[in-house]
Each structure stands twice: as structure tokens, then as C-alpha cells.
């Protein structure tokens, strides 16, 4: 495993880049539900919000993050490593001219049928209230378009990271909260005014912040060489790869965007506000799975597809060991943290305006189910885009089956009797379900893939996680939320978080565990140069 530091150096630093970028995009993300908490709380408004963002967030998640992304990145590099510049710039001239197109009749199609598509969304109290169901069309129609411009970005950032470029497109989400945030104040104020529905002013926020998230990263690109020669080439063989890698990665990678599209539904039927608590712990679980899952797999995956185009499987065994160990190293952690401190985090960010103690209540418990599966997803985000690079797509359709089909049977056995943190519950089952799969089926393909290596770090990271749990537990216990006065609360739990992440880095030091001390290497050669 000698090689495997050396890249698990080069993920690592290129992880560690776009971790920060994406830590700003996160903090952002995390302003904006506040702003939502604070205006609407948790209801009629927010939950109509969020059915109709789902729709073409449901899509976005599919081609943004997931299946157009993985899909080009590993045709791209291959293009990058073995053809000209001509020929890669022009692949990605077609690509993007294709996606425009195909993406705008889709968005045309999702407005005209935006009802149907809301009422196959919701079910029970929610589908019986017309008022709603205009709302929630309204606002999905309004939203439609995002669609467009979050995959075109993608596509975008998918280039600038074969280039080496990964800080300015994992920065451009963070953009996008920003143009969220003050573009949808500034709608609400004017819809406020004119007499409409404020909410409606945040959904045209959303379409602000996605033309920002795209347009922030062009100039870069153009420096990067591209220049915009738009053309559509059906018989281009590197667009025929991408779209025969596109049909079934879409279900591959969808497991999770299937699951929420499904568990909508049953969140629909339950008590008003069900949907929004769902959401708001959503979101505050997908910080650490934004910094560790996707920053991770966006570093590595134009390495791990670089190592397949050279035919160097031996190397990409080590790096995909080493990138594993990281994901756990920084997943389980977080994923217990958020268990302990579940009720004051929650506290401290979104009881505030119309948001009550109550929803606090009830969201922590949501949060504290999901975050049982953060370590599978966050995993599943650096596995699954390795079968792509590895030309095989019916894998992750096998395993996203399964998820969806372990999801679906769960949620329908114990909402009955559990609600909605039925569907939390059910989402961390299912996916920990897929990653097995996925890590399983993976390592077989891969003969001779490092489950020593891995195991040895699990088992240093499970200790050193025992440790931050037995100081958090009684430390919680003792010291409280902090009160009421906001500033306490903020004092307090920053210093739940940064005692706990001390005591586990340096039991994970003591431990002698490879990812930590090459990391820490690296610091010490910082500061001595």
C-alpha cells in the first residue's frame, strides 16, 4: 500500500479543497433553510415548497450530481488522456449543446404536466387540500427550469475537474445559496407587496441562484481552453458512450433520489409538518455527506478513471481502499455527533420566527434516523461512480433496486406505528443495503482489493468514535443546551463539537491511522516550508 499514500496525498488535497469550498456551500445551504424556518416555519407554505422543489431537485440530484456527471468525467478523462485538445473541447461542445436541448423539452414537459406529476407526489391530508396542491404546481412550474441550468453546470464542473480545477466548481453551489437567499428575499418582498404568496418569490430565488451556479464557473472554463462552439453530432461516438453509460447510471445512482421520491409520498400522508421536518434534517445530514461523500468522490473519480484508461487496476485498488478508509474516518464520527447533539444543534440554527420548540423536537428525532445511514451514503457517493469509470452501469442498477425495494417494504411495515421517522429510518436501512452491495459486488471485481487495509482502519476508527461518544455523552448531560439566549447556545455547541473532534483526532493519531498521519504530515510541511 506504499502507493496508496502517495494518493491518498492527492485525494486528500484535492479533497481538502473542494471540502472547504463546499463547507461554504453547506453554511450557505444552512442560512437559506434558516431563512425558510424563520419566514414559514414548518407547515402549509414550506411543505408545499418542498413537494414542488423535490420534482425537478429529484432530477438535478440524477443529472447534476449523479449519473451525467460520473458519466462524462469518465469519457472526458479518456478523452483528456488519449486524444487531442480539439477533440475534447469538442466532445464537450456537443455534450452541452445536446443536454440544452434535451433538458429544455423536458422542462416543458414537467410545467405541462406539473399537476399530474404533484398528485402522484402527495398522498392523504396533502392531496385532499386543493389549496395546496395549486400551491405546490405553482411553485413546480416556477422551479422547472432549474433543471437546465444545475445539469449544464454540471457538466461544466465535470470538465474543470478532468482539468484539475476543483475548488471554483464546488464553490459554484455556493452561489447558488447565495443567489437563493438574496434573490428570494427580495421576490418575497416583491410578491409580499403585490398582494401574492411570498413563497413564490423563494421559487424564483431558486432559478436566480442556479443561472449563478453556472454562470460563476464559464470564466474559468474558457481559461482552461474551451471555447463555446455549440453543435449537435448524434453518431459522435464519445456523446453515443456517455448516453449508453447514462440510461442505466441513472437508476444506478438514484437509489437515494428514488427513495425521497417515494418516501414524499408516505411523508404526505402523514400530520402537516411531517414534510418539513423531513427536509429541515435532510439537510443539516447532508453538510457532512456534501464535505466528506461528494468532495471525496469528486477527487478521486478523475483519478480512479485516469488509473482504468491507463489500465493501472493495481493502482486504483489502492486509491479506492484508501478513499473508503476516508469516507468512514469522517462519516461516523459526524454520524454519532449528530445522534448526540441532535436537539441543541437543531436548536441553535432553526428555532427561531415561526419555527417552535415542537418542530425542534421532532426534527431531531428525524435527524437522529438519518444519520444511522450518513457512513452508506456518504460511501455510496465515491462507489458507485468507480463502476462507471470501470464501463459497468448494471451494478449500481442492481444495487439501486435493491434499495429502493428494501426502502418501499420498511416505510410500508412501520409507518403505521412510527410516522414519519419511519421514513428516516427507512432511508438509512436502504442505503446501508446498497453500500454493502456496491462494496461487495466491487471488491470481487476487483480481485485483490485490500479488505486488511480497510478493516484495520474501521476498527481504529469504531475506538477512537467510543471515545468522543463516552467524553460527549456525559459533557451533554451535564452542561445542557445552553438556554435560551442565542449566543450560549452557539458557545455551547461549538464546544461540543470542537472537544469532541479533538478527542477523536487524536485517538485516530495515537492509533497511528495512515489517512490521518499523511494528512497531518502534509500541515507540518506547510508550516515548516
Known amino acids: ?23 461554504c456551500s453547506r453554511f450557505l445551504g444552512l442560512v437559506r433553510e434558516q431563512v425558510f424556518a424563520y419566514f414559514f416555519g414548518a407547515g402549509f407554505a414550506y411543505d408545499s415548497f418542498v413537494v414542488a422543489f423535490r420534482i425537478p431537485n429529484l432530477l438535478r440530484d440524477l443529472f447534476g450530481e449523479g449519473a451525467l456527471s460520473a458519466a462524462f468525467v469518465s469519457v472526458f478523462s479518456d478523452y483528456n488522456e488519449n486524444r487531442g485538445e480539439e477533440e475534447t473541447w469538442k466532445l464537450a461542445n456537443n455534450v452541452l449543446a445536446f443536454f440544452a436541448v434535451f433538458l429544455s423539452m423536458l422542462t416543458f414537459l414537467g410545467v405541462f404536466f406539473a399537476e399530474d406529476i404533484v398528485r402522484m407526489l402527495v398522498s392523504g391530508e396533502f392531496e385532499q387540500d386543493m389549496a395546496k396542491v395549486a400551491l405546490t404546481t405553482t411553485l413546480a412550474s416556477i422551479m422547472f427550469p432549474f433543471l437546465i441550468l444545475i445539469s449544464l453546470s454540471a457538466v461544466v464542473m465535470g470538465a474543470l475537474n478532468t482539468k484539475g480545477r476543483f475548488f471554483v466548481p464546488a464553490m459554484a453551489s455556493a452561489f447558488f445559496n447565495l443567489g437563493s437567499i438574496v434573490g428570494g428575499l427580495g421576490c418575497a418582498y416583491i410578491f409580499h407587496n403585490m398582494g401574492g404568496q411570498p ?10 441562484g442556479g443561472g449563478m451556479q453556472l454562470c460563476c464557473q464559464l470564466p474559468l472554463l474558457r481559461r482552461v481552453g474551451f471555447r463555446l462552439r455549440p453543435y449537435i453530432d448524434l453518431r459522435d461516438p464519445g456523446l453515443r458512450r456517455i448516453l449508453i453509460l447514462l440510461g442505466p447510471a441513472i437508476i444506478g445512482v438514484s437509489a437515494t433520489q428514488l427513495n425521497i421520491f417515494v418516501n414524499t409520498n408516505f411523508a404526505s400522508g402523514c400530520e402537516e409538518g411531517a414534510v418539513s421536518w423531513l427536509n429541515y434534517a435532510f439537510r443539516l445530514v447532508q453538510l457532512p455527506i456534501g464535505v466528506f461523500g461528494v468532495a471525496l468522490s469528486t477527487a478521486s473519480l478523475p483519478l480512479l478513471a485516469r488509473y482504468v484508461a491507463r489500465g ?50 421532532n426534527t431531531a428525532s428525524v435527524l437522529r434516523f438519518y444519520a444511522l445511514g450518513l457512513f452508506a451514503y456518504a460511501a455510496v457517493k465515491v462507489l ?9 452501469s448494471r451494478i449500481p442498477v442492481v444495487g439501486s433496486f ?29 442505503m446501508s443495503c446498497n453500500f454493502l452491495f456496491l462494496f461487495l459486488v466491487l471488491s470481487r471485481k476487483l480481485s485483490g482489493f485490500s479488505y486488511t487495509y480497510v478493516g484495520r482502519g474501521l476498527v481504529k ?46 485517538m485516530l493519531y495515537l492509533l497511528d491511522l495512515q489517512e490521518v498521519r499523511s494528512v ?10
Not at 436548536?347 to 415561526?354: P, S, Y
Not at 419555527?355 to 425542534?360: I, Q, W
Request: glycine fraction near 10%.
Open 1 to 23: 500500500m506504499q502507493k496508496a499514500s502517495v494518493d491518498t496525498t492527492k485525494i486528500a488535497k484535492s479533497a481538502g479543497l473542494v471540502s472547504v469550498a463546499i463547507m
Open 199 to 208: 413563497i413564490m418569490g423563494m421559487a424564483v430565488g431558486t432559478l436566480i
Open 312 to 361: 493501472e487496476l493495481s493502482k486504483m485498488r489502492d486509491s479506492l481502499a484508501s478513499s473508503l478508509t476516508m469516507v468512514f474516518c469522517l462519516a461516523i464520527p459526524s454520524a454519532v455527533g449528530l445522534w448526540i447533539l441532535a436537539e441543541p444543534i437543531i436548536r441553535l440554527i432553526f428555532e427561531h420566527g415561526r419555527f417552535s420548540s415542537v418542530d425542534t423536537m
Open 384 to 392: 458507485a461512480p468507480v463502476f462507471y469509470a470501470l464501463g459497468d
Open 402 to 430: 435493491v434499495a429502493v425495494l428494501v426502502n418501499y417494504l420498511f416505510v410500508s411495515y412501520f409507518v403505521t406505528d412510527y410516522g414519519f421517522n419511519a421514513i428516516a429510518m427507512s432511508l438509512a436501512v436502504s
Open 461 to 506: 476508527i469504531v475506538i477512537a468514535v467510543m471515545v468522543m461518544a463516552g467524553w460527549l455523552v456525559p459533557v451533554t448531560q451535564a452542561i445542557g443546551g445552553g438556554g435560551e439566549i442565542v449566543l450560549v447556545q452557539a458557545a455551547v455547541v461549538g464546544f461540543y463539537v470542537v472537544t469532541g473532534g479533538l478527542v477523536y483526532g487524536v
Open 520 to 529: 497531518v504530515l502534509k500541515v507540518k510541511v506547510k508550516i515548516a516550508g
